[in-house]
C-alpha cells in the first residue's frame, strides 16, 4: 500500500473511531435521562448488585448485563505487585451500570497512558430466557500482549454469543509490570496478571449461580495474549477444576513473546532505568512501590518503541515463592496438565497484522534484522536466517503491494469481530449479509462447545470432527463455504521448521563430537 493511500486510510479509521464515540455518548445520554431502562437486582456474597435491560444487535434479545463488578480488592499500595485479595464487598446496592477502569496502560489509538491501578472489574451478560435450567458460563480473557487491552465494551460486547442463550463474562487484569513483574520473592512473585485472572473464574465459579449459571458448566477462551493465558490455565496446578472446557485463538504458551525466561533481569532493569540502584529484590520492590504508577508505565513504552521485547509477560516462579501459578517451564508442565476438551486455532495471515506498519516491513525484508530477532537462539546462523526470509517473502511483493487480494482471508485478531461487537468500532454486519452468516456459524460453534463439548448441531451444514495425532484434519472457517480438511494445518511450514530443528540439531552434534575428539 502506498504512503497516500496509508495516510487516507489511517484518517478514515480516526474518523470512524471518534464518530462512533460521539455516537456511544450520545447514546449513553439518551439512555440515562430519556429512556430509562428496566432494571434486575441479584444477591452475591459482596452485596446487593443492579444490572440493565438490553437488546442484542443482531436479533434484539433480550439480556441484562451487569457492568464493573469489582472482584477483588484494588491492587494499590503495599498490594501493587502482590496477588489479588478478597473484596469485602459493599453497603447498598452496586448499580453496575458502567464497566471499571482498565488496567494502567499506554493506549495506542489515544497516544497517552489511560487506566488505573485499581482495575480488577469484571462484566456479566445474562440472556434473558424463561427456561429454569442453568446456563453454560464462557469466560473470555481479553489480548493485547499482555501490555495493553481490556474487556471494555468498546471492544468485547457479546451481543452474538448470547444470541445463543449463554453467559458471557469479561474481565480486566493487571498489565505490563503491574502485572509480570517477577523479583522471584513473594513481594513480587510474578505472574500477578494470571493470578488476577484465576482470581476472576474462581468468582464466577462461586457467584454465577445468582445469575443463573452452571458453576460446573464454564468454559475460559481468549484470543492472542489472551489464548495464551488460557493456555497458562490449563497448565497451572493452581486452575485444575474450576473450568470444563477451553477455547484459544491464536496464541499459546510456546510462542516465543509468551515467556520470559530472564524476568529478573528484566525487573532490575526496569529498576535501574526508574533511579533505583539497589542489587537486592526486596530492597528494589520497596523502591517500585514508591513510584508513580504513570511514571512505570511511561517508562515501559519509551522502551518498547525503542526496543521493543516481551520483558512483562508469564514467567516461571521462583521456588522462593509460596504459590506458585507456573512452578516449572510450560515443557514440562504440559506434561501434567489438565485434560479438557480444547479447541485451537489461527488465522490464515496471521502476521497480515504486521503488514500495515512500513516500520516492521523494512525489517522484515533486511536479513540482518531477521538475524537479530533470532539471536538468543542457538544455531540460527544467517544461512539458516536467509532461508526463512525466502520462504516467507518469495511470494511476497511487499513493495508494490501486488499480492491478490482474493488471497487474503483473515489476519490477526480479525475472527473477534465476528464473535463480538466492539462498539468503538461499530463494524456492525447487515442484515442477511455474509458477515452475519459468519457471526451466526462462529458463535454457535463456540457456544456449542460450550453448553456440550460438542460444537455441532443440526442447524449447522457442516460436521465439525476431533483431530488426532494419527490422523490430522481441521475445520477451515470459511462463512458458506467453511468444511473439514484432511491433514496438517500449514504442513509445509511445519515441514520447514523441522528441517531447520534437524539441520540446527545435526550441526550442533557435529560441534560436540568435534570437541569431545
Known sequence: ??????????????????????????????????????????????????????????????????????????????????????????????????????????????????????????????????????????????????????????????????????????????????????????????????????????????????????????????????????????????????????????????????????HIDSAFKLAYKLGCKAYESKEAVRYLLKIPAIDIVKLITIDAKTNPNYDFVPSVESEMVREKFLPAHPDILVKTASTVPLVIGINNMEGLLAFGDPKIMKILKDTDEIYKLFRSQKGYTKEIVNSIKNFYFNEWNTESGSTKLENICACHADELSYLFYGRLFG??????????????ILSKLWTNFAKTGNPNSHDLKFEWKNTRAEEPKYLSLDGDNTLMVDGLLNSSRMRFWENISDTIGSEQKQNYDSFLR
Open 427 to 440: 463494524f456492525a454486519p447487515k442484515p442477511n449479509s455474509p458477515e452475519l452468516r459468519m457471526c451466526k
Open 1 to 262: 500500500m502506498s504512503k497516500p493511500w496509508r495516510t487516507v486510510v489511517k484518517w478514515h479509521f480516526i474518523a470512524k473511531i471518534v464518530f462512533n464515540r460521539f455516537k456511544g455518548f450520545l447514546s449513553n445520554t439518551v439512555e440515562r435521562y430519556l429512556k430509562p431502562k428496566e432494571k434486575t437486582t441479584v444477591v452475591i456474597e459482596q452485596g446487593f448488585l443492579q444490572g440493565t435491560h438490553y437488546k442484542t444487535l443482531a436479533s434484539n434479545k433480550p439480556y441484562v448485563r451487569f457492568l464493573g463488578i469489582p472482584y477483588a480488592k484494588p491492587p494499590v499500595g503495599k498490594l501493587r505487585f502482590k496477588p489479588p485479595v478478597k473484596h469485602p464487598g459493599w453497603s447498598g446496592t452496586l448499580k453496575a451500570f458502567s464497566v471499571g477502569n482498565m488496567s494502567m496502560q499506554y493506549s495506542i489509538l489515544e497516544k497517552k497512558v489511560v487506566g488505573s491501578e485499581d482495575c480488577l472489574y469484571l462484566n456479566i451478560f445474562v440472556p434473558l430466557e424463561e427456561q429454569n435450567e442453568k446456563k453454560a458460563v464462557m469466560v473470555f480473557i481479553h489480548g493485547g500482549m499482555y501490555y495493553n487491552g481490556s474487556g471494555s465494551l468498546d471492544f468485547y460486547s457479546p451481543d452474538y454469543m448470547i444470541d445463543e442463550n449463554v453467559i458471557v463474562v469479561t474481565i480486566n487484569y493487571r498489565l505490563n509490570a503491574f502485572g509480570f513483574l517477577n523479583f522471584d520473592i513473594d513481594e513480587c512473585p510474578g505472574n500477578m496478571g494470571l493470578k488476577d485472572q484465576l482470581f476472576a473464574i474462581k468468582w464466577v465459579k462461586a457467584n454465577i449461580y445468582a445469575f443463573g449459571g452452571d458453576d460446573q458448566n464454564i468454559t475460559i477462551f481468549g484470543e492472542s495474549s489472551g489464548s495464551a493465558s488460557v493456555h497458562c490455565h490449563i497448565l497451572s496446578p493452581l486452575s485444575k477444576g474450576l473450568f470444563q472446557k477451553a477455547i484459544m485463538q491464536s496464541g499459546c504458551m510456546f510462542n516465543p513473546w509468551a515467556l520470559n525466561q530472564k
